[in-house]
């Protein structure tokens, strides 16, 4: 409402700056335009408040899902930098310990390491508890740690996500007891926690060393192999390796980071094409708008657009320069609607910063919303500016 108040005072000095590149560059279509768009400043603002107010939701919708997907990319690849995760199709199925084998024996992969996951009674909590093969602890694993190390995890030990110690009444350098179906109660002594965030991640609430799992549950093979290339081997080759090694188990299925990248932006762009769609009627509506406002300029202006051309102005000229005030006022509704959809997006994501343990990077797609603007602009003026330059001089003068 503050904006819309004061959308008159705003517009002649925006236009003016907005202005000033173009008239450097066209001289007569752009100062036209420019001085066109500053007469009337309270039609301009009510015309574009409705632009604005959708390119402002556009921008703090568009800010929250660029920083999520920033922020899980960053994750994924600061956390988990594994390059191959090979685990089976069907739920529940281990990956056999012969594929483990064969994986291990290749040069050109440097790291084959098992993951397991289960559920728990730590205290009386049930938990997600899982284990790493040693050589993945702070390599292919690396979480955001608040105390110790992942390193330290061993036999009689664990580390625990730090969203999980309340519950657990647990802390670093005290002790948690897991009951596990084959080992039963073993108190273990909590050598690190760590920060899993909020993203999906492999992560369980609390991790113990493999040789502890294996003999609490006496699985048949891991859920998972986590696996990276030896240096110097491409991409297409080790991927090759891993893909003839799983050859013989029509299960099994290998997935990369990238891979993973793409499902999470896949269902984040999903989501944001939707929204976007319906932001798209709110923008269309203002199209129509600044369309109608600039048919009535052209109608109220006729004589003197008459003048313009018979002192020489032609008719690409005249066409350009409303094309060029369109422009302006689709560009004075972007830098309002880009400005506070920022500040707004800036909040959400400080805010979800906030009541998410992990960290999110701020993303905001100004290149893509100025595009949308700038072409919003150029569709509204084609009918207006077809009218004129159609519009005979003689017949123009004659009639006023």
């Not at 790291?111 to 899982?130: D, F, K, S």
């Not at 600044?290 to 008459?306: F, G, K, N, P």
Request: proline share 6%; glycine share 8%.
């Amino acid at each position: 409402m503050a904006l819309l108040a004061l959308g008159p005072l705003i517009a002649p000095p925006v236009i003016a700056f907005l202005g000033w590149l173009p008239a450097r560059l066209t001289r007569v279509t752009a100062q036209l335009a420019t001085a066109n768009a500053r007469r009337n400043p309270h039609r301009v603002a009510t015309t574009t408040a409705a632009l604005t107010v959708g390119i402002t939701l556009m921008t703090a919708f568009s800010v929250v899902v660029s920083s999520a997907q920033k922020s899980t990319d960053a994750a994924i690849d600061g956390h988990y930098p594994f390059d191959y995760m090979v685990r089976s199709t069907s739920h529940g199925q281990p990956v056999p310990p012969r594929i483990i084998s064969t994986l291990e024996r290749s040069p050109r992969l440097a790291l084959v390491a098992a993951v397991y996951q289960n559920t728990a009674t730590v205290g009386r909590q049930t938990v997600p508890l899982g284990a790493y093969s040693r050589n993945a602890l702070g390599t292919a694993v690396r979480p955001a740690m608040i105390s110790g190390s992942l390193t330290a995890v061993g036999p009689g030990t664990a580390a625990v996500d730090i969203s999980a110690l309340p519950a657990l009444h647990a802390s670093q350098a005290g002790t948690i007891v897991v009951h596990t179906p084959d080992a039963g109660p073993e108190r273990l002594r909590v050598v690190a926690v760590y920060n899993a965030g909020t993203y999906k991640s492999p992560l369980p609430a609390v991790l113990i060393s493999a040789a502890d799992y294996l003999r609490g549950y006496r699985p048949a093979g891991p859920g998972m192999v986590v696996v990276d290339a030896a240096s110097g081997v491409g991409t297409a080759t080790s991927r090759a390796v891993v893909t003839s090694a799983i050859a013989s188990d029509p299960q099994l299925e290998v997935d990369t980071a990238a891979d993973y990248k793409a499902q999470l932006d896949h269902s984040v762009d999903t989501i944001l094409e939707m929204f976007a769609a319906l932001l798209g009627l709110a923008i269309l509506i203002a199209l129509f708008g600044i369309s109608s406002t600039l048919t009535l300029s052209v109608i109220e202006r006729t004589r003197e657009s008459a003048l313009l051309r018979a002192l020489g102005l032609t008719r690409g000229q005249l066409r350009r320069m409303l094309l060029c005030e369109a422009v302006l006022m689709a560009a004075l509704a972007a830098v309002l609607g880009i400005g506070l959809g920022s500040a707004f997006g800036l909040a959400m994501v400080r805010a979800l910063s906030s009541a998410a343990s992990g960290r999110i990077v701020l993303s905001v797609p100004y290149a893509q919303l100025a595009l949308i603007s700038a072409c919003a602009g150029l569709l509204a003026a084609i009918m207006p500016a077809r009218r004129a330059a159609r519009t005979s001089v003689v017949t123009a003068m004659a009639d006023h």
